[in-house]
């Protein structure tokens, strides 16, 4: 479980709370402020939990992996009308989030696995969580069909956008630190 605690580059302590700081703020108000598109908001939220994996240790992504679903069952913007069945889902969210954040950290960080390889794989592994999941509770009669479609290709292509997005920024944040 090393891996959980290793970090691309040391930051101070400082600088690491900063960093939680504000990838907690992004992860609450990008879905409660703008809630919609799906595409946009999943996109920044990947790409704060991405950045928040190569900088922040085990403890500290844990509210980058569960305040965006807070923020949407706060705001009720997302679903509209089927808001209260992501109440369902909000368990799920979190581990889709930790699958996503730890898979990266572990074959990245850890393995030294390419950044693009691993990015592809922890977002298909998030993706294919949630769909499971949401088919599961669609076929026994929890959720409405609605939730395939953003449990599904929307998760991946949200991840996947927003590791493009955290690599862009991490490079450039990285010549600066």
Request: hydrophobic content about 60%; aromatic content about 18%.
């Amino acid at each position: 479980m090393k891996y959980l605690f290793i970090q691309e580059y040391p930051l101070t302590y400082i600088q690491e709370n900063i960093e939680l700081v504000i990838y907690s703020l992004i992860c609450f108000f990008v879905p409660f402020l703008m809630g919609k598109p799906q595409l946009l908001v999943g996109t920044i939220v990947n790409a704060s939990l991405i950045l928040a994996t190569l900088n922040l240790k085990f403890y500290k992504l844990l509210p980058i992996i569960i305040l965006p679903s807070l923020a949407v069952l706060t705001k009720g913007l997302i679903f509209g009308p089927f808001t209260i069945f992501l109440a369902y889902m909000i368990p799920f969210i979190w581990i889709g989030n930790a699958i996503l954040v730890f898979t990266f950290k572990k074959f990245n960080l850890q393995k030294k696995l390419n950044k693009w390889i691993t990015l592809l794989f922890a977002s298909a592994f998030k993706t294919a969580f949630l769909f499971s999941i949401a088919y599961l509770f669609i076929k026994i009669g929890i959720l409405p069909a609605v939730f395939l479609t953003a449990m599904g290709l929307f998760q991946f292509y949200t991840a996947i956008m927003g590791g493009i997005l955290a690599f862009s920024i991490h490079s450039v944040k990285k010549k600066y630190i």
